[in-house]
């Protein structure tokens, strides 16, 4: 039995009332919405605020859910959906400067004890570039890298996703990386 | 890191991140590999996007690496949270509740959790307040009752007891009194009758105050003799027939 026909059997058995088959669900695909929603959010603990609301707003609309489309595309449908709006608060909010700070002195306590001080604070650094560079593109090609760079999911499944024709997740991602090219460009310099 | 910043000319960019991502056919792969070797902007773009492609890997490994640890709680709460949605579909105001506390602040879920503590300690000492509370069961003296603030409680054969020993009181102060008190001229007090219709109303019949004294009797007969036997004794007065 491959995972997608589990996927769908699973939903058809929540809907019938089976309480741990939700459950298994969340199991199977939290790891990858969580990475999804990390890649959008480029924090710890809004992506798992937003992998709660995301489970939370599929259980909701369970009975919504269209047989037709595939339960991981749906999951990540709303995801993707969350983390935008999610990410547009935050902006109204005016939160960056700060969390800047605390992501630097969490990536920090992260990194491995041997590494050295001008090393470790120009890893640190590469990486909060590359955050800013990816959390600065517009979400319509954000997205689409996380999904390939975060989840690795192929072209086909991207498209399901977005409900995009392949053509276009191609040319949003080649987009995407030329953007983050320059970017980081500018790190660089 | 090379400047792509221009448009590039190649028409190839969709084959290109498609052979970047390793999802191009092997025709499809050898097909561009050939390519890339004519065209430099290809070229040039592919080493760049390489470049791109490693540097968010590092950044994902490394941020995932450490989010990943403790990646069992996004799981737990996950399915917990669904868990009490589901449960909510019962008990809505429970789940409603729950779904507050997620959404609220912390700040309100303290003053909430505070608020609910200091109601239920409320609660406990007014329970224990009213459980402690004495019953008044009578006004006596607190000699008969000597716990009565502890005990409000009392078996019949108490009560008969205490009975018993202000009826022995009380004949005991009676047999020690004077013969003759009661022909007192004192005027009894408002408290003096209800103490002895209280003491009436306890005192059993054969305590009650016996009868006149001999010398109360001679005096009472004495008094008596002043009031003649037959009207017609009595001293006109007045005649009660009209004048005629």
Redesign the interface.
Known sequence: MDLATNDEQMVERALSGDPEAFGEIVRRWERRIFALAFGMLGREEDARDATQETFLAAFRNLRGFRGDAKVSSWLHRIAVNQCITRQRRAKVRGETALEDEAEKNAAVFALPLDSSPARTAEKIERSMAVRRAVGSLPPDLRQVIVMKEFEELTFQQISEVLELPLSTVKSRLYTALRQLQMRLQKFGD | ?P???ERPICHR??D???YL?G?ASEADAKDFSLHLQQCNACRG?FG??Q???D??????N???????NP?V???E???E???S??DGRRLSALAALREFFTVSPLWLRGATAFAAVLLCALGVLTISRSWNRPVQVTNREPAVFPNSEREPKYSKQEVDEAVRAEIARLKEQQTSAPVNKGLTTRKPTGGDRRNQLANNLVRPKALRPRGLSRQEREQLAKDLRLIPRDEDELPFVLSDEPNQ
């Not at chain 2, 540097?55 to 994902?60: A, C, K, N, Y």
């Not at chain 2, 490394?62 to 990943?68: C, N, T």
């Open positions: 890191m400047n792509v910043n960019a969709e290109l991140v498609t991502y999802e773009e760049v996007f470049q791109v492609h540097s968010i890997l590092v950044w994902r490394e941020a995932l690496g450490s989010a990943f990646a709680r996004p799981v709460s996950a399915v949270l669904t868990r949605v589901r």
